[in-house]
Nanobody, 126 residues
């Protein structure tokens, strides 16, 4: 069983920055592929970013490429999402997710993740 707890969300003005954190339980965090997704009101949950077990391979949605950075600290069992140049359209609940089944590769699809956090709200005002 893996528990994921996000933090770091909040209200920020357009152009500002936030850093989200996701603390994971378990002794094998370093073997998981990890990702961030987001869900805006009335919309489907969508992929934001993902990375493999070591952090050496990263993937981003086109909408956040160049503005967001995903990273991990395996010694702290923590996943991060640094969000810069935020836009109102980035407003959503952000979820971290863990894939414990597919060998620690970065996964881009929702169904490839088997554990999810409860989410943290990010609101960007114009």
């Amino acid at each position: 069983q893996v528990q994921l707890v996000e933090s770091g969300g909040g209200l920020v003005q357009a152009g500002g920055s936030l850093r989200l954190s996701c603390a994971a339980s378990g002794r094998t965090f370093s073997s998981y592929g990890m990702g961030w997704f987001r869900q805006a009101p009335g919309k489907e949950r969508e992929f934001v970013a993902a990375l493999n077990w070591s952090g050496s391979s990263t993937y981003y949605a086109d909408s956040v490429k160049g503005r967001f950075t995903i990273s991990r600290d395996n010694a702290k069992n923590t996943l991060y999402l640094q969000m810069n140049s935020l836009k109102p359209e980035d407003t959503a609940v952000y979820y971290c997710a863990a894939d414990t089944r597919y060998g620690g590769y970065a996964q881009l699809l929702r169904h490839e993740y088997d554990y999810w956090g409860q989410g943290t709200q990010v609101t960007v005002s114009s």
